[in-house]
Nanobody
Framework: QVQLVESGGGFVQTGGSLRLSCAASGIIETINVVGWYRQPPGEQREFVAS???????FYVDSVKGRFTISRDDAENTVYLQMNNLKPEDTALYYC??????????WGQGIQVTVSS
């Protein structure tokens, strides 16, 4: 059974930092892309960042220069370092692991709240 467990969310003031982690277990396929989406209050889920295997990361324009995605394939973990956080970054953050030729696995979501 595949399980993705997110951690590192919480409450932070504007300009602060958080590091999200997402640890996967039970995945037997080779993972191609890992990444993060977020869903702000009352809005639709939106792309934040992704990191294909052996490639550079991709970011939504609003987080470029502030967020950094990384992965540890030995530990099946993806990270999202978030610096200089802004109130508009407040959202429920979801991680995903996308295997080659398969269906993506998703985390349950973790709350990030940035106060002004």
């Amino acid at each position: 059974q595949v399980q993705l467990v997110e951690s590192g969310g919480g409450f932070v003031q504007t300009g602060g930092s958080l590091r999200l982690s997402c640890a996967a277990s039970g995945i037997i396929e080779t993972i191609n892309v890992v990444g993060w989406y977020r869903q702000p209050p009352g809005e639709q889920r939106e792309f934040v960042a992704s990191l294909p295997l052996l490639s550079d990361g991709f970011y939504v324009d609003s987080v470029k220069g502030r967020f950094t995605i990384s992965r540890d394939d030995a530990e099946n973990t993806v990270y999202l370092q978030m610096n200089n956080l802004k109130p508009e970054d407040t959202a429920l953050y979801y991680c995903y692991f996308d295997p080659y030729g398969g269906t993506a696995y998703w985390g349950q979501g973790i709350q990030v709240t940035v106060s002004s």
